[in-house]
């Protein structure tokens, strides 16, 4: 497997260092929602939700970019223009944009970087005849069938390497992987019964920033071999009280970019769409691709249930006990969760109320049964007993925000 110092400063071509065996349901896909939104719409507070161009120079295809979300509609008879739900997506200029604004800077990209391929989902967004739409973009399609894969299988590759895989969210068609009604729920999760098999995470209307994270983080851990999965970290805007999509990925982008910093690779975590995406996004998203990113064991603890907020970070030491009361290095009392990173088998981490490690008020232990990865204790008062982690609470009056001793030993 190619070693991401080797692929790192060529991200458009990045896929090219991946074996032509590999489908595309195996793979760590960066995508971005509303692709095309980046110079204006008709509301920008509202719609706008890209900051780079699709392409060229330190477009978003160059920046390693190979899921694109293209939302069209017919217009006033003269093809296919793009937009954002009722808003027109337009350049700086005002000028509309159209289907070929798209689909050149596509095949011209793929042209120059064969190693690839652009996974373009495309979905009806306006209230036009759904026959003409179908119909029309379908001898589009036809019209450029060198540049497609239309086939509704999941493929390798080998068979997609220069071209768009097209992913159909439109009725009536019959070309490209069916992605169609309950395959694909409005503002909804959905795992298909069929093949291909689709797993969706799209609750665009998901306005706690928690919950939203919490969602996107469970699907980061779902990807599988035969199903893509597609994971929207994208929140639509919130009018009252006014919140803006660029406000949402500020912070859902920045608990992914330390979700991904810590994750060791290769890992799959599926298609992960965003709004604003940024170059350093990008690449951590494709890097878990390959080999070369291997954090310590450590322990990272949180302010807020579901690991979100201020943290500090816990050396992996056999014997270490710490009265949380006589340090300065750790708070007292604001322990609310605990990302396990890496941590090994057999190690066990205990959490007390009494600053001296008295079991006669509440505590809580946490004993790995497997290699942790990036592994979550959303809740100190909840027992739990998987494959990977066992954990037992003894209640007295509550833990949460009262941890004032830590013990950590091996097993």
């Known amino acids: ?3 991401w110092k080797d692929v790192k400063n060529n991200m458009s071509r990045w896929m090219g260092s991946l074996s032509d065996s590999t489908k595309l349901s195996e793979i760590s896909i960066p995508g971005t929602h ?12 509202f719609s706008r939700t890209q900051s780079y161009a699709l392409s060229g120079g330190r477009g978003q295809l160059e920046l390693g970019v190979r899921f694109l979300d293209i939302r069209l509609g017919l217009y006033e008879g003269q093809g296919f223009a793009l937009f954002h739900g009722t808003d027109d997506i337009r350049d700086s200029g005002g000028r509309k944009f159209f289907q070929e604004d798209v689909l050149e800077p596509c095949i011209e990209f793929l042209k120059d970087n064969p190693s690839e391929c652009i996974l373009m989902s495309v979905k009806r967004d306006q209230f036009d005849d759904k026959w003409a739409f179908s119909k029309e973009f379908n001898e589009k399609v036809e019209a450029h069938s060198r540049w497609f894969y239309t086939k509704n299988e999941i493929p390798t590759l080998r068979e997609v390497r220069g071209k768009i895989v097209l ?6 068609g019959n070309l490209g992987i069916d992605a169609y009604g309950s395959r694909w729920p409005h503002d909804n999760d959905a795992v298909s019964s069929y093949a291909p098999r689709l797993d969706i995470n799209d609750h665009y209307n998901e306005h706690s920033t928690n919950r939203k994270w919490r969602g996107v983080r469970s699907y980061l851990k779902r990807a599988r071999d035969d199903t893509l999965v597609f994971n ?11 919140r803006s999509p660029a406000s949402y990925a500020r912070s859902i982008n920045r608990y992914l970019d330390r979700y991904l910093d810590v994750l060791a690779t290769p890992n799959k975590i599926g298609i992960v769409i965003v709004d604003f995406v940024t170059p350093s ?16 064991p450590n322990l990272r603890w949180f302010e807020d249930r579901y690991c979100v907020g201020d943290f500090w970070d816990m050396e992996l030491r056999d014997g270490y006990s710490q009265n949380l009361k006589k340090t300065d290095r750790y708070p007292n009392d604001e322990f609310g969760s605990l990302q396990l990173q890496n941590v090994p088998a057999g190690w066990e981490i205990t959490i007390y109320d009494n600053p001296d490690a008295k079991t006669n008020d509440d505590y809580c232990r946490i004993r790995t049964k497997q290699d942790s990865g990036v592994y979550e204790i959303d809740d100190f008062e909840r027992d739990r007993n998987n494959s990977k982690v066992w954990v037992d609470y003894r209640r ?11 013990k950590i030993q091996k097993v």
């Open 1 to 3: 497997m190619a070693q």
């Open 34 to 45: 509303d692709t095309m939104t980046w110079e204006g719409t008709s509301v920008p507070l």
């Open 167 to 172: 992913i159909r969210r439109y009725k009536h």
């Open 232 to 242: 929207f970290a994208s929140v639509a805007v919130r009018p009252f009280p006014l």
């Open 281 to 296: 996004l990008a690449a951590s998203i494709a890097q878990t691709n390959f080999e070369g990113r291997n954090p310590k």
């Open 396 to 406: 007295d009056n509550g833990l949460k925000g009262k941890v004032s001793h830590v």
